[in-house]
């Protein structure tokens, strides 16, 4: 046994860091063992995401004393849940969280037992029609492992109940193949108890303090998952018969509302979709749901309470980008090298539709990143030095990450030039003018010259009160920004974008580009499109999915 099991917070903080680590790691091998037609975003990419807002949540904390530890851990999966998969791992961490919380003195098997089997009771009760074979499955079967170890007679050690856990849940996981008639057609396991077996992993590990080293590649399937072409690997009929009646809109928001309300909500739920899942901590519920009404689901969470951080996700649309990205991936060549160009761009962009537009306008290297996540120095300089170029240019595509990326240009064992991009719109722009087989000192001439011509905007959410150039801001509004500052501001989305238009149209505008974020939805894009074609008949509206957080929609005319 380590030392650190005597400090459950520092334990608890640890593993769940493990935890996220390894999520992460493999999200893209679980994202592929998704087989359904209309998958539930992301499994993996949502379980990661969930276990990212948890270590925020822990770090900011910083240990300080158990209770506050687990009451981080509680509210930062809540608050953080993505996707059907996130919304049940919160409540299987509420459950550990609720055992540690009543914790005094050393860890016990007997607090991890608890935690294991309150967190699967909440999870199941959490899903108004819960299925065997899936996560929940997987999740009981380790409550139920660590219950009949403390069961036996004789010494209890800590980790040699875990270890009979983990391997048990390994079995457990491999069943759910035949307990599901998706699953078994594809011949793969449940992702979301994929993703939930590294939780388990994570226990382990980081009692024992032993290396992971061979202990994930022998997954078998993790193998399976790299075999796999997409999310979607049912026969054709098959999806298409499901399309016909599939469930396009995913709706996710947080509530703050008394437990009688919520209870009436998920009634009204219950008549317009599936999938649903509800749960909450301190008042504060996080509910999801796929329906074809996106308007009578958010209208039944208003009717319940106050309503905040609406995010809506076509599915059909998802799968789409995401066959679209497989096949552009599969039709590359696998064995040679990236023909070697003169002037190779390397950018940042944070969303997988706007990697996805600069990759097809021939960017090299694209590096995550954007206003709420700046990539660091040693970043930038990986993607410049896998360019396969004589040299570089760099669009940072944010005000934030100009600096470094003009420290990394001086680094760097090429030459490279920084074009100050604050926007992703300005890196499109300046894109229409570059040229692999130009010289660097042609291409950042010209590049510079149309990037500083494009108006841009983007529009999110205050964080804070403050004061805009026409006024007072309240926290929780919707802002439009432009390069001024603060242009306007309001309480609903889409008359924010198209009032952001109006302020940044002028005369000789031909074109407006509108990327969609995280919290767009297609009513409110249908609304922009429609007020702004019927003011300016003669002005073309485009508009691509970006998938960029924090911002909903980012405002480009030209």
């Not at 969930?50 to 300080?64: D, F, G, I």
């Not at 016909?244 to 979709?273: C, D, F, H, Q």
């Not at 599936?274 to 958010?298: M, R």
């Not at 407006?512 to 007020?531: C, M, V, Y």
């Amino acid at each position: 046994m380590v030392t650190k099991v005597h400090d459950p917070a520092a334990y608890l903080v640890d593993s769940l860091g493990l935890f996220r680590d390894l999520l992460a790691s493999h999200k893209a091998e679980i994202d592929r063992l998704n087989v359904f037609p209309v998958p539930d975003g992301d499994t993996g990419t949502n379980m990661t995401l969930t276990l990212n807002s948890v270590v925020s949540h822990l770090m900011e904390v910083n240990n300080q004393s158990l209770t506050e530890v687990t009451r981080a851990l509680a509210m930062g999966s809540l608050l953080g849940a993505r996707g059907n998969s996130g919304v049940i791992l919160s409540q299987l961490l509420k459950g550990i969280s609720e055992a540690f919380a009543g914790l005094e003195g050393p860890l016990t098997p007997e607090v991890i037992a608890q935690g294991l089997m309150r967190g699967s009771r909440l999870a199941d009760s959490a899903v108004l029609r819960p299925k065997e074979g899936t996560i929940l499955t997987v999740a009981r079967a380790g409550a139920e492992s660590a219950a009949r170890y403390l069961a036996q007679s004789g010494n209890f050690e800590l980790g040699e109940m875990l270890t009979q856990v983990l391997r048990e849940v390994r079995g457990a996981l491999v069943e759910t193949t035949n307990q599901l008639e998706q699953l078994k057609k594809a011949d793969v396991v449940d992702s979301g108890g994929a993703g939930l077996i590294y939780l388990f992993e994570a226990l382990l590990r980081t009692y024992t303090g032993e290396p992971m080293s061979g202990t994930l590649s022998s997954y078998p399937w993790l193998d399976r998952a790299k075999e796999l072409g997409g999310p979607s690997v049912l026969e054709a009929n098959d999806a298409e018969a499901a399309e016909e009646e599939e469930l396009r809109y995913e709706v996710m928001y947080l509530l703050e509302a008394e437990e009688p309300a919520v209870s009436a909500m998920k009634e009204v739920w219950a008549g317009i979709g599936d999938s649903i899942v509800v749960v909450g901590f301190d008042g504060t519920f996080n509910c999801h749901i796929h329906t074809n009404d996106i308007g009578a689901a958010i209208e039944a969470g208003i009717g319940s309470g106050k309503v905040r951080d609406i995010r809506v996700t076509d599915l059909r649309e998802q799968v789409e980008e995401e066959r679209w990205v497989r096949v552009a991936g599969d039709e590359a060549p696998k064995d040679q090298p990236t023909p070697k160009v003169k002037t190779a761009v390397v950018a940042v962009a944070n969303g997988e539709g706007l990697k996805r537009i600069f990759v097809s306008m021939h960017v090299s290297q694209v590096v995550l990143g954007g206003q709420s996540m700046n990539p660091s120095t040693k970043d930038l300089l990986e993607a410049i030095s896998a360019c396969n170029a004589d040299s570089v240019i760099v669009l940072p595509n944010n005000s934030n990450i100009i600096a470094t990326a003009k420290v990394a240009s001086t680094l760097a064992g090429v030459p490279v030039k920084v074009i100050a991009t604050t926007n992703v719109l300005e890196g499109f722009s300046a894109l229409m003018e570059y040229d692999p087989d130009a010289p660097l000192e042609e291409n950042f001439e010209a590049m510079s010259s149309v990037a500083t011509e494009l108006k841009v905007g983007e529009v999110t959410r205050a964080v804070r009160d403050s004061e805009g150039i026409h006024g007072h801001v309240l926290a929780g509004q919707w802002i439009g920004l432009s390069q001024s500052g603060i242009e306007v501001c309001g309480d609903i989305l889409s008359d924010v974008v198209i009032m952001l238009i109006k302020s940044l149209l002028g005369d000789g505008h031909e074109i407006l580009t509108l990327i969609e974020g995280e919290g767009s939805s297609p009513a409110a894009t249908r609304a922009i499109k429609e007020a702004v074609e019927v003011d300016y008949p003669n002005l073309l509206v485009e508009v691509h999915y970006g998938g960029q957080p924090l911002y909903p929609y980012l405002v480009g005319v030209e």
